[in-house]
């Protein structure tokens, strides 16, 4: 039950829960000894079940190089939290996973503090710091700085100088696009995006009087809502103008009868921006190209993902982009430097934009500046991409290069493998082993040749005939570059406002359950505990971890590390 309440619901549904169950099997011996409300099932789970879950997640990262995923947060409290997802290859799943290490507490919001929380998390959880092999992070100063950021403290401060910073390629993408519209596309065009959700979003009134013009234009069938736009997201208008384009005669006529009938200075504004086909041809353009910027961003949003596809879909993007104005005889490559200078003189900017241009008739002169405008943000966002992602293409390309395809090639370049193994910290005599089984891999015969996560698995698990594994390091080398935080983490939704007075401990105990029976692939109903965990059920060890404000606490370092120290803080 403590596993159920932890991974479903709320701790005060125990309370009724709890005697529900005594009440239904009143008539058995057992149902009517079982008492556990709300204080001991917030005891049991985090005393008992909690630590039992991490020591499982800390075994199994066992003595595997490991990446982090690190965000701050601020709760209703104002209190600071550092989240950390752990990224590992897993010997029990055979495969990369990510999962939840725990939500630290904050002394201060600088590099130095946030770096001594990392380090001194990772000590207390029992996992070796000098494994730590990657971090990935938003664009923030604090995390990136290059003279005091975490990333650098890390590695000077802390000898942790062969660490990989990883930034966040969804948080670069949606930077680059908001920094490429600041001086080409029009604000009217964000305005009237904006505007047209908040016009229908405070009235009913208004939804069901266009409603009922919807249907009666569309033979009955119902408008799609317009979808609102998030003012620190610049990409989360593309749905939004996927909407509003489909709805346009719709909407416009519905500002042209509610400004007269209402005499709405807004619904004035919004019909006579309905009314200039200049901001269709704008939203047109927009469409097109930030469907493409989403699609990269789902392919690192996805858990799902090939992780040595995503160096191809980053560059295609780039690529893609760039294309639309770029001189088909230009020898630019539009990764290593801006493309200003080789433009074409006509540029085309896409089926849609060009169809919609040539239906609308615009006067010469209007049509000349909206493709001036937008030629300059399409020149202005694959500058923006190419400035911001090289650290991130350069990872990419690491992981690349652990293709199975090609890993099994027969003509394979020795200079790649062996500075990817130096960039990693591997000795010269390590080196010298990645090299020669770099060499060598492809002379064995290999079951698992098209996925490449399963194809590392197979070669980690491989045996000679004396017993020995003669891949041992290269597949070491591929499975710590696979291990790199090359996308988001999913996390679940556990405090919120109606939560808001959850302590840090539970928090962190309730998303090691989630996490843990999640990564065990089991619901609460099928886990089968350990006989030495159950037995500290309703005993007096599950109540003595009253005093730890967090789990984190260094008595977790006898739970991760004696098997023969009880399962409790």
């Known amino acids: 039950m403590a596993l159920a309440i932890a991974e479903h619901c709320s701790m005060l549904a125990c309370d009724h829960i709890g005697e529900a169950c005594r009440a239904a099997f009143s008539d058995s011996t057992a149902a009517t000894h079982f008492k556990m409300h709300r204080t001991k099932c917030t005891e049991m789970i985090n005393g008992?079940?909690?630590?039992?879950?991490?020591?499982?997640?800390?075994?199994?990262?066992?003595d595997q190089r490991f990446s982090l995923l690190l965000d701050e947060s601020t709760d209703i409290s104002v209190s600071k939290y550092l989240g950390v997802v752990i990224r590992y290859?897993?010997?029990?799943?055979?495969t990369v996973v990510s999962t939840f290490l725990g939500l630290v507490e904050l002394e201060g919001g600088d590099a130095r503090s946030i770096a001594c929380a990392v380090v001194g998390f990772l000590v207390k959880c029992g996992l070796k710091k000098e494994k730590l092999l990657g971090i990935g992070t938003d664009n923030a100063s604090v995390m990136t700085g290059v003279n005091n950021g975490v990333h650098k403290v890390?590695?000077?401060?802390?000898?942790?100088?062969?660490?990989?910073?990883?930034?966040?390629?969804?948080?670069?993408?949606?930077?680059?696009?908001?920094h490429a519209s600041n001086d080409t596309i029009p604000r009217s065009v964000e305005y009237l995006v904006r505007e047209t959700y908040n016009w229908f979003s405070v009235s009913p009134k208004r939804r069901e009087a266009y409603k009922a013009i919807y249907e009666t234009i569309n033979c009955g069938e119902k408008p799609l809502q317009i979808t609102k736009v998030c003012a620190t997201r610049w990409l989360s208008i593309e749905p939004a103008v996927s909407r509003i384009l489909d709805q346009w005669e719709e909407l416009r006529l519905h500002f042209s009868v509610t400004k007269s009938s209402e005499h709405c200075y807004m619904a004035e504004v919004?019909?006579?921006?309905?009314?200039?086909?200049?901001?269709?041809?704008?939203?047109?353009?927009?469409?097109?190209?930030?469907?493409?910027?989403?699609l990269a961003i789902k392919a690192f949003e996805g858990e799902q993902v090939d992780p040595l596809k995503l160096l191809e879909s980053l560059v295609s993007l780039i690529k893609s982009v760039s294309s639309r104005v770029l001189?088909?005889?230009?020898?630019?490559?539009?990764?290593?430097?801006p493309i200003d200078g080789d433009i074409s003189p006509k540029p085309y900017l896409g089926y849609l934009f060009e169809s919609k241009a040539a239906e609308l008739h615009l006067v010469p002169e209007h049509e000349i500046n909206v493709r001036k405008r937008c030629v300059a943000f399409t020149i202005s966002l694959t500058n923006e991409l190419r400035v911001r992602l090289p650290d991130n293409i350069e990872a990419l390309q690491y992981m690349s290069v652990f293709n199975v395809e090609e890993t099994l090639k027969h003509n394979k370049s020795p200079g790649e493998i062996g500075k990817i193994a130096k960039l990693l910290g591997y000795s010269p005599a390590d080196i010298d082993k990645i090299v020669q089984q770099w060499h060598a891999i492809h002379l064995s015969k290999w079951n698992e040749t098209k996925n490449t996560m399963s194809f590392w698995s197979e070669i980690m698990k491989f045996r000679d005939a004396a017993d020995i594994n003669p891949f041992q390091e290269l597949a070491m080398a591929a499975v710590s570059v696979l291990s790199l935080p090359h996308s988001n983490a999913e996390m679940s939704v556990v405090k919120s406002k109606l939560r808001n007075r959850m302590s840090l401990q539970t928090l962190n105990s309730i998303l090691y359950i989630r996490y843990g029976l999640k990564l065990s692939g089991e619901a609460c109903y099928e886990h089968q505990l350990p006989d030495n965990v159950l037995?500290?059920?309703?005993?007096?060890?599950?109540?003595?971890?009253?005093?730890?404000?967090s789990v984190a606490e260094p008595a977790i370092e006898s739970l991760v590390q004696n098997d023969d120290e009880p399962l409790f803080l």
């Open 327 to 337: 001189n088909p005889l230009a020898k630019t490559d539009v990764l290593k430097g």
């Open 270 to 294: 919004l019909y006579s921006m309905y009314s200039d086909p200049q901001n269709i041809l704008y939203l047109t353009f927009l469409k097109s190209v930030l469907g493409e910027v989403q």
């Open 89 to 94: 290859f897993s010997d029990t799943k055979q």
């Open 535 to 549: 037995q500290l059920f309703g005993t007096s060890a599950a109540y003595s971890f009253k005093s730890a404000p």
């Open 48 to 62: 008992v079940l909690a630590p039992y879950f991490l020591k499982k997640l800390v075994a199994d990262v066992g």
């Open 154 to 178: 890390l590695k000077e401060e802390y000898g942790l100088k062969d660490l990989v910073l990883i930034r966040c390629v969804c948080h670069s993408l949606q930077l680059a696009v908001s």
